[in-house]
Nanobody, 124 residues
Framework: QPQLVESGGGLVQPGGSLRLSCVVSGFSLDDYAIGWFRQAPGQSREGVSCMNNYDGNTFYADFVKGRFAISRDNAKNTVYLQMNRLKPEDTAVYYC?????????????????WGQGTQVTVSS
């Protein structure tokens, strides 16, 4: 049974950093693109970043470009999201998800498996 488990969230001051981890099991990172999404209270879930499994290309939403970085460690079955220069508007529950895409990233509805999320709160 495919499973994704996020960790690394917490409370951080504006300008600080966090690194989220997404540990996967039941499938190989070679077979699925991994995306990071977030959902703030009262808002829809939005894409943050993803990494294509075939070519390793990475993609970022405009609002995180230059601040966030996605990476993966196949040996640890883990995908990371390094978040720097955090802002209060980055506060949300962050989810990782696995989906198939030959190129680029899957659309949100094309992700097959989702984690339970980890809370990130940016506040002074």
């Amino acid at each position: 049974q495919p499973q994704l488990v996020e960790s690394g969230g917490g409370l951080v001051q504006p300008g600080g950093s966090l690194r989220l981890s997404c540990v996967v099991s039941g499938f190989s990172l070679d077979d699925y693109a991994i995306g990071w999404f977030r959902q703030a209270p009262g808002q829809s879930r939005e894409g943050v970043s993803c990494m294509n499994n075939y070519d390793g290309n990475t993609f970022y939403a405009d609002f995180v470009k230059g601040r966030f970085a996605i990476s993966r460690d196949n040996a640890k079955n883990t995908v990371y999201l390094q978040m720097n220069r955090l802002k209060p508007e980055d506060t949300a529950v962050y989810y990782c998800a696995a989906g198939y895409s030959a190129v680029g990233c899957p659309a949100k509805h094309e992700y097959d498996y989702w984690g339970q999320g980890t809370q990130v709160t940016v506040s002074s």
